[in-house]
């Protein structure tokens, strides 16, 4: 009985997990996006505020990354 409740939570985690790296995934592509627009937003407003956004974005970069 203990082993069945075990392996259903080993499914229950593993299902998580994947869940967890699609989204990792789409949170990426979005960051990218993101970052596009803040290029193309930075080119017309100077450097000072382009280097606001990348400085910005690179400070949250390791959260997105795995472990």
Not at 24 to 30: K, P, V
Request: glycine fraction near 8%.
């Amino acid at each position: 009985r203990d082993l069945l409740r075990i392996q259903e939570e080993t499914e229950r985690l593993a299902q998580e997990l994947r869940d967890v790296r699609g989204n990792q995934q789409a949170l990426r592509a979005q960051l990218h996006q993101l970052q596009l627009h803040a290029a193309v937003l930075g080119q017309g407003h100077g450097p000072q505020l382009a280097a606001a956004h990348t400085d910005g974005t690179s400070e949250r970069m390791p959260l997105l990354q795995a472990p």
